[in-house]
């Protein structure tokens, strides 16, 4: 019999997964900044920062308003287009009646009127539950939209209804290019995300996310049902509001009351439904999808119309694909792209340790 | 008085074009527990298909059963590939699904039969007729009429077949129906058969109507206020609930629409929706859901 | 549990996999290799697909046979073939701006001449950029009122007729038609107009003619998209107005004539404006569309002898682009051909200054300045009674101003009156005051026409 070793050998040093070090994190987020602030603006191209980045960071930004309230609190909002308008149409009053306020006092405000909006619409839902509570947020957006096109005060009495871009400036730095509206937009959405994805962190997400798993529970044990519902519609549409106004004034240009309609809502839905709800970062995935898909398509049509098929057929053929997309997403992966993401990150983590 | 009486039919008899669609989401209800927001595109493809086959000089029976049975295998169709496998998810991911499907609808449609605007002839002559000295449209009677068939057929299907009980059976426990040997596949098929006509005569209806075209599946927004009035699960409230949605969003925008400057057709049943429901959440037919904590 | 664990890992591996290779493909479809060097360009944001798919896929058809013909017939402008690309639109505002932004920098080297975007929404969101860009935004017989004043909207041009042209010339036809515009006092019209900024855009001019001419005047709106309405035509069934001017959009035409026939309004009484003039309008609301009247700045039919050209040099080698050949010579048919006319005009016009060779925008822009085409020219084009004669300048990109009424007798449009013109001396300040609102609002200094540029 030999003897066993009695000698304590060293302790095998393993090496931590990258979660577990957090210099390299704060290397990639640096990367990322550096990426995102610099070599973006000066290397990008006018369609590249008009037509796809500056519309993927503000539907972000609408998704992550509408993840707090339906992803996170588990409240169903078909009306995120109407708060994004109410958002738009109140910083452009202020931009033209108030020229005294900056910019960003502007936005404020705009996401706080909005956040008002919201939190009327959302009275609803001390009463409402589950599926039926859509009907208050669609009156919201059949509302919105008759009200900026009627009441023509809203519009700088434009009798249209239109709005039309004001001049943007922040701290004496003209936004006119689209680099410079690309940063103001990236800045913006930067804070917002900051700021949402501790909040979600904290107390008031807890609660948040006790209402919308078991909500008589979160009662039981004292939670304030009321006010935690109403106080996610607010800052849910104090979110979308402020997305509105950059949609309009830093992306189209003009707006219309029904250029926030019914389709927008739904397609801020499908954000956060692809990309996963009560999840931060997959706002941005699914903010990805539902901008870069269509250009796509739309891109690969043009090379396919050479072949002989013609526009209108491919745009039908994009359409069946988008919808036959979604139910595939909705059955194969329910969380969403973020855990779609997430899963593979772990499968590539755990792949050159596999046995 | 007159006026008024005038406005009050016309809303009523515009509410039963409403039930008519709604009709058909109650059937899918009923049955799968998803609220359906293809069902308007599946009127579309409905009306599109009839009228492509008539203009191509098919008879108009043919063509109706042709498009009838198109539609019924697309509602199998969903019931197989895109019901089933998300059978236990949250009401908000079907109705998601649905969405999607109403897209591929729309798409499908237009790739088969063109964008273009068709014109429905269902060979009556709309000339106002005068009762009383009230003006009710020709249309609008033949439209109640064969709503009120489709109803009582319906509810004698309902309530006294053998189909109908297993229907109610399914409708109401699912897992119960299964434990007594209903076959829930084929009521589940049959029923998606029957919502597909319920929506090919709608089609064809809403395609006399307005014509043929795109934003005919738009109606599906005008059922939504009606359900929620009526309840998802009641065929009786579908009626119930057009009937009052159509009258007072007539009475509305004439007497106060002209105060806030018209328009107002589009939220008003919404509005109204939501009040139902602040007092009664669960609709005026419908059945109360148990909360367990 | 290993087994769907490892199926699952499969599956999520091929589906990343597959992501990137589509992806891949895709960006090598943004790379061409064909040269279009020496060609002039025009970007089409059309739509042929979704709720106006019927007016895009007529108008745009129009334009592009106009092209084909231009470039098969004539081997292009002075030598220079037009080239084009399609980027669908489906009338949303959001995919306008994505192909302005896409198309914008030219195909292959061709530069981009003008945007046509046939959308008011679409012309609204890219009309700062457009003027940015310096690429001229033509919104024939549509567009922003105010941008008939090129002093303040140099790259913006509501060719032929604007929209307070187009209620003002209404108004004065229905003045022939009492006989005479002092008659006009007392009597009863309703505007039935679509709940956008396209149907509001004419309330205040109509408010103004109402008071000059004395007539009562209810302006009944109708919520998009126009499906129901029941209760406005009871209300004008109690008016009982002497006529209706219909604003419509799209589904809202074919609706509105068969409620006025539910409440027995008689269509030879209804007038519809530019936008709801097409055989698309009128045939599917069947019977209740006989004896509709509409304004037209173009008459339909094939008579005209540069329609005879295209069916000769284009349709019948087969080129055509509508995909029913019935279509060919319908009102949104003529449209697209009467527009191809006017841009190629404005290029052959750019061209006698600046060279016969692919212009820049700002050049193309000084050729629709200057257009001016009277009925010598007209006939020399053969659109003699197909387009009206049109004068530009820069403190006047609309030229016309003039429309014809034409009347649906169940199977097409006949015309029914010469060309009635708008009083446009009566909208010209309204016009001038909005538009250096705009200018104000926007810090804009407006240009002075009295100098060339």
């Not at chain 1, 640096?30 to 960071?57: E, H, K, R, S, T």
């Not at chain 1, 700021?195 to 304030?224: F, H, N, Q, Y």
């Not at chain 2, 109705?95 to 014109?119: D, R």
């Not at chain 3, 709106?221 to 219909?246: A, C, F």
Request: proline residues 5%; contains cysteine; charged residues 15%.
């Amino acid at each position: 019999m030999s003897s066993p070793d009695t000698t304590l050998s060293a302790p095998r040093t393993f090496k931590p997964y990258p979660q577990q070090r957090p210099l390299l994190k704060v290397w990639l987020a640096a990367v990322l900044v550096l990426i995102a602030f610099v070599v973006v603006p000066v290397f990008g191209n006018d369609y590249w920062l008009n037509a796809i980045l500056i519309p993927f960071l503000v539907l972000s930004l609408a998704g992550l308003g509408l993840n707090l309230v339906t992803g996170y609190a588990g409240q169903l909002s078909l009306g995120s287009a109407a708060f994004m308008s109410v958002g738009a149409y109140a910083t452009y009053n202020l931009l033209v009646r108030v020229p005294a306020l900056p910019l960003a006092v502007d936005l404020l405000l705009g996401g706080l009127i909005s956040a008002v909006v919201g939190a009327l619409f959302g009275l609803p839902s001390l009463r409402i539950k589950g599926f039926y509570l859509i009907v208050s947020t669609l009156a919201a957006q059949f509302f919105v939209e008759w009200i900026f096109t009627r009441v023509s005060w809203f519009s700088n009495d434009d009798t249209s209804g239109v709005l039309s871009a004001p001049r943007l400036t922040a701290f004496g730095w003209k936004i006119d290019t689209p680099a410079a509206r690309y940063l103001f937009v990236l800045g913006v959405t930067s804070v917002l995300f900051i700021l949402a994805a501790r909040l979600v962190r904290s107390e008031l997400g807890r609660r948040w996310m006790a209402v919308r798993d078991m909500d008589t529970a979160a009662r039981v044990i004292g939670i304030p049902i009321g006010r935690t519902k109403l106080l996610a519609f607010a800052l849910s549409s104090f979110v979308t509001g402020i997305a509105g106004a950059l949609w309009a004034f830093a992306y189209l240009g003009t707006v219309e009351p029904h250029g926030f309609d019914l389709n927008l809502s739904f397609q801020v839905l499908f954000i956060i439904i692809i990309g996963g709800m009560s999840s931060i970062g997959g706002n941005f995935l699914g903010a990805a999808f539902i901008v870069l898909l269509p250009i796509l398509l739309s891109n690969a049509a043009g090379a396919l119309a050479t072949v002989g098929i013609e526009a209108g057929q491919l745009q039908n053929l994009q359409k069946i694909l988008f919808g036959t997309l979604i139910i595939v997403f909705l059955i194969k992966e329910p969380d969403g792209l973020a855990r779609l993401v997430q899963t593979v990150r772990n499968r590539l983590r755990d792949w050159p340790l596999r046995a | 008085m007159g006026f008024f009486l005038e406005v009050l039919v016309g809303g009523l008899l515009a509410g039963v074009m409403y039930s008519m669609v709604a009709i058909g989401f109650v059937l899918i209800y009923k049955a799968s527990g998803v609220f359906n927001f293809a069902q308007g595109s599946m009127v579309l493809f409905g009306a599109l298909t009839y009228v492509s086959l008539v203009e191509r000089h098919v008879k108009p029976v043919l063509a109706f059963g042709v498009t009838l049975g198109a539609l019924v295998l697309i509602a199998l169709l969903i019931g197989r590939l895109v019901l089933r496998p998300l059978v236990s998810r949250p009401p908000i991911v079907l109705f998601m699904a649905t969405l999607g499907l109403s897209f591929i609808l729309e798409g499908a449609a237009q790739l088969f039969w063109g964008a273009q605007v068709h014109g429905l002839d269902l060979g009556i002559d709309d000339k106002p007729l005068n009762v009383g000295g009230i003006m009710i449209s020709q249309f609008d009677i033949f439209a109640a009429a064969t709503a009120g068939v489709l109803v009582i057929g319906l509810s004698l299907l309902t309530n006294r077949t053998r189909l109908g009980l297993s229907l109610r059976a399914v409708a109401d426990d699912p897992l119960a129906a299964l434990a007594i040997g209903v076959r829930l596949p084929r009521v589940w098929a049959i029923v998606w058969a029957l919502a597909g006509f319920v929506s090919l005569v709608a089609g064809l209806l809403w395609g006399a109507r307005l014509g043929v075209q795109f934003s005919l599946s738009l109606v599906v927004l005008k059922a939504l206020p009606v359900l929620i009035i009526g309840g998802f699960s009641s065929i009786g409230g579908a009626i119930v609930g057009g009937l009052l949605i159509g009258a007072s969003e007539k009475l509305a925008e004439v007497y106060v629409g002209s105060l806030l400057g018209g328009g107002i057709e589009n939220w008003f049943p919404y509005l109204l929706a939501m009040l139902f429901l602040l007092a009664r959440p669960v609709g005026l037919f419908g059945e109360p859901a148990v909360e367990r904590v | 549990m290993n087994f769907i664990d490892s199926f699952k890992r499969r599956g999520t591996v091929s589906r990343v996999a597959a992501a990137a290779s589509l992806t891949l493909a895709l960006t090598a479809a943004f790379l061409s290799t064909a040269q279009a060097a020496g060609e002039e360009y025009f970007p089409l944001q059309s739509y042929r697909v979704g709720p106006y798919a019927a007016g895009g896929s007529g108008f745009f058809g129009g334009f592009i046979d106009y092209m084909n013909l231009i470039n098969k017939r004539d081997g292009g402008v002075n030598g220079v073939k037009l080239t084009w690309s399609e980027c669908e639109t489906e009338y949303v505002v959001e995919k306008g701006v994505e192909c302005y932004e896409r198309l914008k920098s030219g195909l292959n080297g061709a530069p981009a001449a003008a945007t046509n975007p046939l959308s008011v929404g679409i012309a609204y969101a890219t009309l700062d950029r457009s003027t940015a860009d310096k690429i001229p935004l033509i919104t024939i017989n549509h567009g922003r009122t105010d941008s008939t004043d090129g002093a303040v909207f140099p790259y913006v041009f509501p060719l032929q007729l604007n929209p307070y042209s187009e209620v003002s010339a209404i108004v004065n036809y229905i003045g022939q038609q009492s006989g005479g515009l002092n008659q006009l006092k007392g009597k009863k019209i309703v505007v039935l107009y679509h709940g956008s900024p396209y149907g509001r855009e004419t309330i205040p001019v109509l408010d103004a003619l109402a008071k000059k001419y004395g007539f009562e005047l209810t302006q009944i709106e109708v919520p998009h998209p126009g499906n129901e309405q029941g209760s406005q035509w009871l209300t004008i069934h109690r008016i009982n107005p002497d006529w209706v001017i219909l604003r419509g959009w799209g589904v809202m035409n074919p609706v509105a004539l068969k409620s006025a026939q539910k409440v027995g309004f008689p269509a030879n009484h209804i007038i519809g404006n530019i936008w709801s003039n097409s055989e698309e309008d009128a045939r599917p609301a069947g019977d209740a569309a006989k004896g509709f009247i509409s304004i037209t700045t173009h008459p339909s039919g094939t008579d005209f002898p540069v329609i005879q050209a295209i069916n000769q040099y284009v349709i019948k080698p087969g080129n055509g682009n509508l995909k029913d050949p019935a279509r060919f010579g319908t009102v949104y048919y003529n449209l697209g051909v009467v527009n191809g006319i006017l841009n190629v005009e404005a290029l052959r016009v750019a061209q006698a200054k600046f060279g016969n060779k692919p212009l820049t925008g700002e050049q193309v822009r000084w050729g629709f300045e200057h257009l001016n085409l009277d009925d010598a020219r007209l006939r020399q084009l053969g659109a003699y009674g197909l387009v009206q004669p049109l004068k530009l300048s820069c403190a006047d990109h609309e030229g016309g101003g003039a429309v014809r009424f034409q009347q649906w007798d169940g199977q097409q449009w006949k015309v029914i009156s010469g060309w009635v013109q708008a009083d446009r001396a009566l909208l010209r300040p309204i016009i001038e005051k909005s538009a250096n609102a705009y200018a104000r609002e926007k810090g804009i200094t407006p240009r002075d026409c009295s100098k060339d540029i």
